[in-house]
């Protein structure tokens, strides 16, 4: 009966079923573009996201126990406040708060003032959101304490040298030892750790760049990864003659060292600008030979002068006989 009605009020109005179907298809499009166009607008309302906390402060957990709602008036399309008020309702987005924001409060407890917050107001909110005000003035988080002690950071490097070039000092790090957190019985084995393998291959100039650090299971560090610099120069060989000496004999002793004499290259950084053997000394300590078992001991040099590298010794081991002074 309805269907009839309905075919005879079509047919009075001159309107066939297929210009319906045209006119809720464009009904439909006109609507479409008129949500699509207000939701592209851009208002002002009042959002809040739930966070939770996350930074390396030494001592204590990187993750908060708790998470907070941070409220805030933001700027940003419809779009965007239908996905911001969806996400309220969904689980907490954890956010990397860089440890000088946060202040300490007491105990296990670090806020955030409303004026750092805005620094992460997209890591909060998201892109294309612009920040009005906060409601709140600072927020607090927990983060618990944890075991943690402080071990240096071992370099694993290969490096080779083009002819003539070579280090000025040891690879330096930065930083050079890190906080590592775990369980006790973890932290009591644990007195360095190790960055991955550098391998530098004929260099002839100062190299520096990051490296990883070695993870060890269950274990958290400070830091993932260190900056390593390397010094290098080009070197020349100037050859010398040295007697080699000794210090801290006993006055009622006398040690002689075999042969008296070394054959000694040092290795300058070029260009030479004064001649350094007359500054450079060749040694044996009489401590050495006391704890030798056979009296063979290997000479020490005194400091180097300025621009010298490295010392070459020939021969590298000297006979020492111990004599009482008559």
Known sequence: MFKDLYHKLLGKL????????????????AFSIWLIHNLSEVYSDTVSVSVIAQSNLEGHAQISSNSNAIVAR?????????????????????VNFDNEDLHHKEGEYYFITAEALS???????????SLESFTSRSVTFRFPYENHKKVPVQ???????????????????????????????????????????????????????????????????????????????????????????????????????????????LRCVFPVTNDPTGKVSLYIDYQDFKNSINGRCVPKTGKLPQGVIDEVVDPQIFECVETVKK
């Open 155 to 265: 370099v694993v490097a290969l490096v080779t040298y083009e002819s003539q070039f070579m280090a000025t000092s040891q690879m330096k790090l930065e930083p050079d030892s890190v906080m590592i957190y775990g369980e006790p019985f973890h932290l009591e084995q644990i007195d360095r750790v190790y960055t991955k393998s550098i391998e530098l291959s004929n260099i002839h100039s100062s190299a520096h760049g990051l490296v990883p650090i070695e993870k060890i299971s269950g274990i958290r560090m400070s830091s993932s990864e260190v900056n390593y610099s390397l010094d290098v120069a080009r070197f020349v060989e100037i050859p010398s003659t040295l007697v080699v000496k000794t210090r801290n004999v006993p006055s009622d002793r006398v040690l002689s060292v075999y042969p008296s004499k070394a054959n000694v290259i």
């Open 14 to 29: 001159h309107i066939n079923g297929r210009d319906v179907t045209v006119f809720l298809l464009s009904l439909l499009l």
């Open 119 to 129: 620094n992460y107001v997209s890591e909060i909110y998201g892109d294309g959101v």
């Open 74 to 94: 933001c700027r940003t399309t419809g779009f965007n406040l239908i996905k911001l008020h969806a996400a309220s309702k969904r689980n907490a987005v954890t």
